[in-house]
């Protein structure tokens, strides 16, 4: 019997031995927001080896989670993906992160916060029955993280960079503006009125935001 095998017939012990090895969720995680190159995986998990990610993404591809492709000319690259069966985990992995969520106070000495894990905390706080029928782009800028939130009829999209078109910009001045709106312990007027976070476009969205994202 493999080392990764349970020798279980469960459906849980069957989803473990295909992606309950180290950093493979958090693998997952971060393909979710898009095709990667491996030296993009690598940057959005910078403490994991180099030979544990080709490992862990062979593993992946062997259980046919993701796949590989090369990018057209003139980029001359190669991505990972996830593969349908991979983008089932989804709500997986949401759950996990709301769950996990609930014992996140401050970053622990040595945690880095990535674009990756912040995107994820935007599926993770999401409430669909607050946002049905908005159609809304937001442009997320944290220090040197800029992240876009695309809701189209109350289905949210979450990619790495600029938004094309926002209708709202919410930009970080000083101190924890998002997270303090997304726990409720501050209001949309509080950091406004603070000066922590600065805005541009519509002023109603900052409210609707507040309410669709909330821990």
């Known amino acids: ?24 969720m958090l693998i997952i995680r971060n393909l979710l927001i898009g095709p990667q190159r491996f030296t993009d995986l690598h940057k959005g998990l910078p403490a994991i080896p ?12 062997e259980a046919g989670l993701a796949t590989r492709r090369a990018l057209p000319h003139p980029e001359r690259a190669v991505v990972y993906e996830l593969t349908d069966y991979g983008r089932d985990l989804e709500p997986a992995l949401i759950a996990l992160g709301r769950w996990g969520a609930r014992t996140l106070t401050e970053p622990r000495p040595g945690e880095l916060i990535t674009a990756e894990s912040v995107a ?6 999401y409430r669909p029955e607050t946002a049905q029928k908005i159609t809304a782009g ?8 800029t992240l876009r939130l695309q809701i189209t009829q109350g289905k949210l999209t979450v990619g ?3 938004h094309p078109s926002p209708d709202l910009v919410i930009e970080r001045l000083t101190g924890h503006p998002i997270r303090e ?14 000066g922590s976070v600065r805005t541009e476009g519509d002023p109603a969205l ?5 309410e669709m994202f909330r821990f």
């Open 120 to 125: 994820m905390s935007f599926h993770t706080t």
């Open 206 to 210: 900052l409210d609707r935001f507040a």
């Open 160 to 162: 790495i960079g600029p």
């Open 181 to 194: 709106l997304m726990s409720g312990a501050k209001t949309p007027d509080d950091v406004l009125r603070d």
């Open 50 to 61: 180099t030979n544990i990610l080709s490992t862990r993404l062979k593993q992946l591809e």
């Open 138 to 145: 937001y442009e997320i800028r944290m220090s040197d993280i």
């Open 1 to 24: 019997m493999a080392s990764r095998e349970y020798g279980q017939f469960c459906g849980l012990a069957r989803a473990m031995e295909m992606v309950g090895e180290r950093w493979s």
